[in-house]
């Protein structure tokens, strides 16, 4: 009988949580959105105030640390009296649901698309690249604005517009790292027990690409929240009164000096959002990258 | 004078745990001018360690700790690297296992090999051009003045290595440590190679240190043989008395499992694994997998016997294939 | 020369597994987008049978096409040109559910142990995969016949569900081995499956390879480059060189008398752990012909200490000894 293996083996996730938590930023960026998480979830129970409801006595109240403020209205209200606590926390809502669909839908097509490429090779590889490098050739925003300028603008519309522009990276990743797992001993005695092409894709070879896919996939969110609420800004994204963090910024642009409370806030809440996921994205590449090499 | 003297050496990694992990642990070998030694052992004994910790080359993470450590009667333990770099690369030269990657792929053949020149020998480019295809040559690369400006990658795994000789001994030096230099080449490359090596010892007055886990290597190679297991010096010998009468059972194991050696279908393999990080255990490491192991074995780690028994860490060196008790045992109980 | 038919060159007393004929493989390599695309004849025209129970080592360098030839063997790659015959059976460029039924009939050990196990998959999961792909089994009886495979290549039944970077490189070849063997197949293709593999657990793994051959009646076509293993283990040997036989013979007749220049070049190549033992070693020049452009008449030429006029015109046509040995050499006809 042969001996004992030479590790005890911690299970895979405790490893990876290991890694994860010796960078204090990450730990600190994955505390603060599941906070955001949880205010989206529990908004309700959080606002103060219906979102869309008009208090006309009360327009463009101050917050309650600043001079003529109450406790009624904690974070002010805008310029049709609407309470902004009440729109900022449902605008996490939004601003959250958008960057995960966006995420989920390129992750999806992506993969797809990916690994079609790399498995098919040939024309096929040559068409879904080519288009690829279409889209990324062309300035992110600039297409977003195309695309709902095409489809008209909306909530929905902003999701695809975005997953548009995305799209390509996870292609890219997904091809790349696909075509190196490709090469590998294991793939070929996949094949050689009998595996079909699908099982190969999606069963062998996509797991050993999640570890890039699944750092971008985080980060993606929060460039997706940023590209909508641009979008917002501009217009063309979700409509008035939609309480949507970009949107917000947009209809407040003429009251930075008068009331500039209308501005700042909803742009913190975009910061503060984009910033976690940001640091917990980049926690997690750390965490995962040295498992890629330390096979 | 020997050349180089280690007396012994020990080297500690740190840990992500925290701890201290010996992977070197009491190694003691002295080199004389123009010999040929062999350090012999397999993944995990730490033989390659211990030369990367002669030339300097390990990480930070690891912490070297030596009786004595001296090059050529200079100490080499705690100087400043500047005085180090004076050192190796010039009268101490190192090859590694694998040629395709130990060159740098972004210069020409030309170029690495005159870096080593200018940095040691102070060379204009006329004269490192012209040694270069000096030692080119000596190395026995066809047409050198054409391979000059070939980059690593058009080159073959045997032409790599040759390249990696080439600009080791371009500073003429007095020892050349050579990691495993043949095991990711062809048999047939394999011999020209070694043979090169000997040549050049014969040739520029070098002595080299081959380390490597092929005895067929060592045994027509070497002239002393240094045996490593788990980290720990196990016997020492020259050649020819090592193959004939080996002293620690690790050695006698190994003998016997090569195949050439085996007289029916089933191998006298050795049973079990080296010990890793985490088992390390008390007493000798090599107990759990020795078939001539006793209680004592596993529970007091073995000393160094006398030279005549090869310098073997066993309580009971073999002779002649039976293990016997040592006549300095010191009253350790049977 | 005209083949003789397939049925009719049975070596062994028992019916050959195995049969190859003339097999070739040309790869086509890209050079660019203006130069025509340059030919790679990795392997030229292969022949050779295989009984059960027997093991064929074929022996080579890199570059002299063994690895081509055991993908080929093990139906990994189609041959260009040639035919192979498993059972008796034609099996030449299969395809589709015709293909799949036969890998219950050859598999393949790999040489790399740290790549040819799935980093993302259990010992368990990837032991169970090739009776998924090709059985009915029900999970229960699936996880059973890996455990009871783990158990027969030296594992415990816990090492199921780790990881294989938690294994050591003989273990990992023991579970590449036990895959291998899952789908009790006749015939098994082994690339160098122990040379990454200490000395001490290249025992090992060779004893339960001698085990599990008389155990399951298997045959093995070993590749490998390592002549002491090629010594211990093999009945028959092949030696390659760019592509072609150059010599085919019973182990003990090749160890004792090789006739190929080549051949007798390796074995004194081949280090021996006995330094008492007097050298006579054929160092050879030069190193191995690009494979675009293999030289002239034998491809073993420019490096032949031998060689003379016809070598350089005339490439050798593989000669048939009287006693089954087959050596492609002008010199030894």
Known sequence: MVDDVILAPPSPARALWADFAVNRGAVGGLVVLLTILAIAAFANLIALHDPMEQFREHVLQPPVWAAGGSWDFPLGTDDVGRDLMARIVFGARFSLFIGFSVVVVSLAVGVCLGLASAF???????????????????????????VIAIIGPSLANTIVAVTVVYMPRYVRIVRATAQAELAKDYVTASRAAGSGAFRLAFVTVLPNCLAPLIVQAALGVSDAILEAAALGFLGLGAQPPTPEWGAMLSSAREFIQRAPHVVTLPGLAILVTVVSINLMGDGLRDALDPKLKRS | MALLEIENLCVDFETRSGGLFRAVDGVSLTVEPREIVSIVGESGSGKSVAMLAVMGLLPKTARVSADRLAFEGANLMGISPAARRRVVGKDIAMIFQEPMSSLN????????IGEALSTHLGLGRAARRARAIELLDLVGIPSPESRLAAFPHQLSGGMSQRVMIAMAIACSPKLLIADEPTTALDVTIQAQILELLVRLRDEKDMALVLITHDMGVVAETAERVVVQYA????????????????????????????????TEKHLPAIPGMVPGQWDRLDGC???????????????????????????ALCHTPLVAGRPTRRADAEGVPA | MTPAPLAARIADTETPVLEAHDLVKTYEVGRGF?????????????????????????????????????????????????????DGVDVTGVAGARLKALRRSVQMVFQNPYGS?????????????????????????????????LARVGLRPEHAERYPHM??????????????????????????????????VRAQVLNLLADLQQEFALAYVFVSHDLSVVRHIADDVMVMYLGGVVEQAPKAALFADPRHPYTRALLSATPVADPGRARDRIVLTGELPSPFAPPPGCAFNPRCPLAIERCRAEKPMLHHGEDGRRTACHLAE
């Open chain 2, 285 to 311: 490491l090599f107990a759990p997998r020795c078939d001539v192991a006793t209680d004592l074995c596993s529970r007091v780690e073995p000393t160094r016997a006398g030279a005549d028994l090869g310098r």
């Open chain 2, 231 to 262: 980290g720990r010096q196990v016997e020492e010998a020259d050649t020819a008395a090592l193959f004939r009468d080996p002293h620690h059972p690790y050695t006698a194991a190994l003998l016997a499992a090569l195949p050439e050696r085996a």
């Open chain 3, 117 to 149: 196990l799935n980093p993302r998959r259990t010992i368990r999961a990837t032991l169970e995969e090739p009776l998924i792909v090709n059985t009915d089994i029900g999970p229960d009886e699936r996880r059973a016949r890996a455990l009871d495979m």
């Open chain 2, 105 to 112: 792929p972004c210069f020409t053949v030309g170029f690495q």
């Open chain 3, 167 to 200: 294994f050591s490189g003989g273990q990992r070849q023991r579970i590449a081995i036990a895959r291998a063997l899952m789908l009790r197949p006749k015939i098994i293709v082994l690339d160098e499956p122990v040379s990454a593999l200490d000395v001490s």
């Open chain 1, 120 to 146: 098919m090779g040939g024309l096929v590889d040559t068409a879904i690249s080519r288009v690829m490098d279409l889209i990324m050739s062309v300035p992110s925003l600039v297409l977003a604005i195309v």
């Open chain 3, 34 to 86: 203006f130069a025509p695309p340059g030919l790679v004849r990795a392997v030229t025209g292969i022949s050779l049978t295989l009984a059960p129970r027997r093991t064929l080592a074929v022996v080579g360098e890199s570059g002299s096409g063994k690895s081509t030839l055991g993908r080929m063997l093990a139906l990994i790659e189609p041959p260009t040109d040639g035919r192979l015959a498993i």
